[in-house]
């Protein structure tokens, strides 16, 4: 089972599985699907959000999305549904009395979070290595410049591009997108190396990047 896009609405009664939406920067539930897991009307659940908006700002912001080119019942306004972080769901749920279906529920929602984490942390241990390799050959060239922060900044957006990332992306990749950062970091490290400074040292990289994203058809830096 794949989780729904933004614009899509989930169909199928009750799901055995309870599947997660990647944002840019986290893991998030559509609130159709836990109206669905719950047996009850989304447009419930909408209002419970609506109600105490103010209380589930607290936890984060509240990220609402339209279904695009659905309509709810046939016509109207395409409908609104809500994206939500863990501690949000959770007070969602802890407006409801603990039924069979909430306590299910409940239960898939620590899995998918849980597993979620698994994941990222994964992630950040196979990226990290080629991540501090390619930062700790910037600090020795660009350590006794007053613009070192930029160079690291700069140098992780050429990286980011080859592998097609955009920013804030990092901690919930894919593994193939996880697996081009990997590879740009380790490029971008060995083409700084030798460098006069971390000007040149730049330009190396550039180029190097430039001819990955181009061998794998990514977007041009």
């Not at 729904?4 to 998030?28: D, I, V, W």
């Not at 897991?37 to 419930?44: K, S």
């Not at 990332?165 to 997108?177: D, I, M, N, S």
């Amino acid at each position: 089972m794949t989780a729904p896009k933004h614009g899509a609405k989930p169909t199928g009664a009750q799901p055995s599985e309870l599947m997660l939406t990647t944002t840019k920067t986290e893991k998030r539930v559509d609130t159709r699907l836990m109206a669905m897991h719950l047996g009850n009307q989304h447009r419930h659940v909408m209002a419970l959000i609506e109600k105490y908006a103010d209380k589930f700002r607290g936890f984060s912001q509240l990220l609402f999305k339209n279904a695009v080119g659905e309509r709810n019942q046939g016509g109207g306004n395409p409908e609104r549904f809500a994206l939500l972080n863990e501690d949000q769901a959770f007070f969602l749920l802890s407006l409801s009395r603990n039924s069979d279906r909430v306590v299910d529920l409940k239960v898939k929602l620590i899995q998918a979070f849980c597993e979620a984490r698994r994941a990222a942390d994964q992630r950040q241990g196979e990226y990290l290595p080629t991540y501090h390799q390619l930062h700790d050959v910037i600090h020795s060239l660009a350590c006794e410049s007053s613009n070192e922060k930029f160079v690291h900044m700069n140098v992780n957006k050429l990286v980011n591009r080859a592998a097609g990332v955009e920013a804030g992306q990092r901690a919930t990749l894919a593994l193939p997108q996880q697996s081009m950062l990997i590879v740009a970091q380790a490029v971008a490290a060995s083409a700084m190396k030798g460098a006069a400074d971390h000007h040149a040292g730049y330009e190396r990289v550039k180029r190097s990047l430039q001819a990955l994203a181009a061998a794998t058809h990514l977007e041009q830096l």
